[in-house]
């Protein structure tokens, strides 16, 4: 498990740095650089969690929920915070990336479900770590 967080952590920072050259071109430069951010902070978190992960002691089935969550929530933080930047989205949820930017309701519905998800998802992640330390 602690080669695979290494793996997507490695994996999420360097599309964060990629991110970080669409900045300029997407329709909200500032949401684009929320998700150039959240993905290079992501990716080094789940560089920490593999770290971390020799001194947990979970059940097989906790350590992989625990994992899941973690990686969800990771990935579809950069993921939520692009669709928003190039969509100009993210008004309900994030008002100050967001600015003055609004799209379509079905693309803030995407947007705003995929935040709101990954909130539960890293919460409960997070929780089952440290439970386990």
């Known amino acids: 498990m602690q080669t695979v967080l290494f793996t ?6 360097l599309i964060g740095l990629l991110t970080g050259f669409a900045v300029g071109a997407l329709k909200n ?5 929320s998700s150039h951010l959240e993905a290079v902070l992501n990716g080094m978190f789940l ?3 593999g770290l971390l992960w020799p001194h947990l002691h ?3 089935a906790w350590g ?3 994992v899941v969550l973690i990686v969800y929530a990771a990935y579809t933080n950069w993921l939520a915070t692009l ?3 190039a969509w100009g989205a993210g008004r309900r949820l994030a ?3 967001a600015a003055d930017h609004e799209a379509s309701a079905a693309k803030e519905w995407v947007v705003s479900f995929l935040l709101l998800s990954l909130a ?7 929780v089952i770590v440290i439970a386990g330390l």
């Open 29 to 33: 430069p500032r949401m684009a650089l």
């Open 58 to 60: 979970l059940p097989h």
């Open 83 to 85: 669709l928003a930047a």
């Open 8 to 13: 997507l952590g490695l994996v999420l920072f």
């Open 120 to 126: 539960v998802a890293v919460i409960a992640g997070v």
């Open 47 to 49: 560089v920490l969690i």
């Open 64 to 66: 992989v929920t625990a």
């Open 95 to 97: 008002p100050i990336a």
